[in-house]
């Protein structure tokens, strides 16, 4: 009672993040996931769902390999799964190299 007091927040959002040991947000990762393998790691490194979009949309059999990334995610530290659902998507999307896009169509510039 008095955490949530000096936080100012709800008893009971305060006693269910104390219970969980972490916030009750969900944590997705998005960006360069093309592959169930992507998935999977993502998963490992303590994400809680992935978004994927052109990784799929981009690349071979965009339904298969959709199922393929959605069960990678289920049983990520399964790797014989992972493995398994891995095999004949065909080519996964292919990135684009920065230094061939025109400096005006990058929508950011990193580093000095």
């Not at 071979?60 to 891995?86: C, H, L, M, W």
């Not at 080519?91 to 990058?106: C, F, S, T, Y």
């Amino acid at each position: 009672y008095v955490a949530a007091k000096e936080l100012q927040a709800p008893y009971e959002l305060v006693k269910e993040v104390a219970a969980a040991g972490k916030l009750p947000v969900v944590l997705f990762t998005a960006g360069g996931i093309a592959t169930p393998a992507d998935a999977a790691m993502m998963m490992q490194l303590g994400a809680e769902g992935v978004f994927v979009g052109s990784g799929i949309f981009k690349a071979g059999n965009p339904a298969q390999r959709a199922e393929a990334i959605v069960k990678a995610t289920t049983f990520y530290d399964d790797p014989d799964v992972v493995a398994k659902v891995s095999r004949g998507l065909g080519e996964a999307m292919v990135g684009i190299n920065v230094d061939d896009i025109p400096e005006p169509h990058r929508l950011a510039e990193r580093g000095w």
